[in-house]
């Protein structure tokens, strides 16, 4: 979607179809880009250029296939099949790319036996160019010689320079020079020591784990204080915690500001073991905490529609919650979250579990 809009900004007008189960999506249809997961519409529709094809691995993936009477049998993904064309498609076919563009490439690297290496197989997904894009390469070494089912050699494909599979490197942009150009933002990277509360006989693991969960929300917390920022977003192993952090954060964060901790707080804990990481406790200033009715949290995963998302979104870049209240917005996102789309900047981003917190601060 991101990559529609940016090219019909620049100028291009050519059809675009995406291979995807978006239907009647309002932005994908202002911007004139139709959507299927079916062949034979694909094949109807892409079948000469010009014409731009969007598609996720997931279309490289075989299916269920509905009409062999075992049940048994699969058909190849959406994207193959309408290249292949044939009696299935009562004869359409699309005709292969003159430029393949793969984003996210590393996902292709390894064993060339995974559905999503098809993109390398021009007798499956032909084209005259690739294009490998991705900010992660991975250069895999040789493994040991594995067999597979029917006795032939793993292959393996890595994204050294002299790949077979992906061809030389044309161009590199590194992390540093990135910044420079103001391309990404600097960051720096600020671990977070924080204690195990103290164990309470009989408890359940369910009750230490939100124990543990509130403890990061009040650090979380402490940490947008000392720093002053008003947007937070934080990565969650599990979608339920992501969830959990959401629920409880409005809750957390009335009572740090009622039961605000103060230097006489931090002298009294003088107590504690010496930091293994040589961490400081901070320099507590009175009434650094917003009020909690300012305070709003929301989260996000990928079983949530895109539309939930897209207006979630925009409230968290907005600073603005669905009740109309401005204030310091929460967004725990929980894993398979992707294509967050356009966000406003976003002073802090933490990885969160029940067991560890990791923060990376955006330099302005």
Same mark, same amino acid.
């Given at each position: 979607?991101?990559?529609?809009?940016?090219?019909?900004?620049?100028?291009?007008?050519?059809?675009?179809?995406?291979?995807?189960?978006?239907?009647?999506?309002p932005?994908?249809?202002?911007?004139?880009?139709?959507? &299927?997961?079916?062949?034979?519409?694909?094949?109807?529709?892409?079948?000469?250029?010009?014409?731009?094809?969007?598609? &996720?691995?997931?279309s490289?993936?075989?299916?269920?296939?509905?009409?062999?009477?075992?049940?048994?049998?699969?058909?190849?993904?959406?994207?193959?099949?309408?290249?292949?064309?044939?009696?299935?498609?009562?004869?359409?076919?699309?005709?292969?790319?003159?430029?393949?563009?793969?984003?996210?490439?590393?996902?292709?690297?390894?064993?060339?036996?995974?559905?999503?290496?098809?993109?390398?197989?021009?007798?499956?997904?032909?084209?005259?160019?690739?294009?490998?894009?991705t900010?992660?390469?991975?250069?895999?070494?040789?493994?040991?010689?594995?067999?597979?089912?029917?006795?032939?050699?793993?292959?393996?494909?890595?994204?050294?320079?002299?790949?077979? &599979?992906?061809?030389?490197?044309l161009a590199?942009?590194?992390?540093?020079?990135?910044?420079?150009? &103001?391309?990404?933002?600097?960051?720096?990277?600020?671990?977070?020591e924080?204690?195990?509360?103290?164990?309470?006989?009989?408890?359940?693991?369910?009750?230490?784990?939100?124990?543990?969960?509130?403890?990061?929300?009040?650090?979380?917390?402490?940490?947008a204080?000392?720093?002053?920022?008003?947007?937070?977003?934080?990565?969650?192993?599990?979608?339920?915690?992501?969830?959990?952090?959401?629920e409880?954060?409005?809750?957390?964060?009335?009572?740090?500001?009622?039961?605000?901790?103060?230097?006489?707080?931090?002298?009294?804990?003088?107590?504690?073991?010496?930091?293994?990481?040589?961490?400081?406790?901070?320099?507590?200033?009175?009434?650094?905490?917003?009020?909690?009715?300012?305070?709003?949290?929301?989260?996000?995963?990928?079983?949530?529609?895109?539309?939930?998302?897209?207006?979630?979104?925009?409230?968290?870049?907005?600073?603005?919650d669905?009740?109309?209240?401005?204030?310091?917005?929460?967004?725990?996102?929980?894993?398979?979250?992707?294509?967050?789309?356009?966000?406003?900047?976003?002073?802090?981003?933490?990885?969160?579990?029940?067991?560890?917190?990791?923060c990376?601060?955006p330099?302005?």
């Open positions: 979607m991101q990559t529609a809009q940016a090219w019909r900004a620049v100028g291009h007008r050519s059809p675009m179809v995406a291979v995807c189960s978006l239907d009647n999506d932005v994908l249809t202002e911007l004139g880009v139709r959507t &299927t997961t079916n062949p034979i519409q694909l094949a109807l529709w892409a079948a000469h250029g010009p014409v731009i094809v969007f598609a &996720t691995y997931a490289l993936v075989d299916r269920e296939d509905f009409e062999e009477p075992t049940g048994q049998g699969r058909v190849r993904g959406p994207l193959e099949a309408a290249l292949a064309g044939g009696e299935r498609l009562y004869g359409q076919r699309m005709d292969g790319f003159s430029l393949a563009i793969v984003d996210e490439a590393h996902g292709t690297a390894g064993d060339l036996g995974r559905p999503w290496a098809a993109i390398h197989d021009n007798a499956r997904i032909p084209a005259d160019f690739r294009l490998y894009l900010a992660t390469p991975r250069i895999l070494a040789a493994p040991r010689p594995q067999k597979v089912a029917d006795g032939q050699e793993v292959e393996i494909a890595t994204m050294g320079q002299d790949s077979e &599979t992906y061809g030389p490197w590199e942009l590194g992390l540093s020079e990135a910044i420079e150009r &103001t391309i990404l933002a600097g960051f720096e990277i600020d671990v977070l924080i204690r195990d509360p103290s164990p309470v006989l009989g408890e359940s693991e369910e009750a230490q784990r939100g124990r543990r969960l509130a403890l990061l929300q009040t650090a979380l917390l402490e940490h204080a000392a720093y002053n920022l008003r947007t937070v977003m934080t990565f969650h192993q599990k979608v339920e915690e992501a969830a959990a952090f959401a409880k954060m409005p809750e957390t964060a009335a009572e740090v500001y009622v039961n605000d901790a103060s230097d006489d707080d931090l002298a009294a804990a003088d107590w504690f073991p010496a930091s293994s990481i040589d961490a400081e406790f901070y320099e507590l200033e009175a009434g650094r905490h917003v009020p909690p009715d300012r305070v709003w949290s929301a989260w996000l995963c990928g079983d949530h529609l895109v539309s939930e998302r897209r207006e979630v979104l925009r409230q968290f870049a907005g600073g603005i669905a009740a109309g209240r401005r204030g310091p917005p929460r967004l725990p996102e929980g894993r398979c979250l992707t294509g967050l789309g356009p966000v406003a900047k976003v002073p802090l981003v933490a990885a969160v579990s029940a067991d560890a917190a990791s990376y601060l330099e302005p």
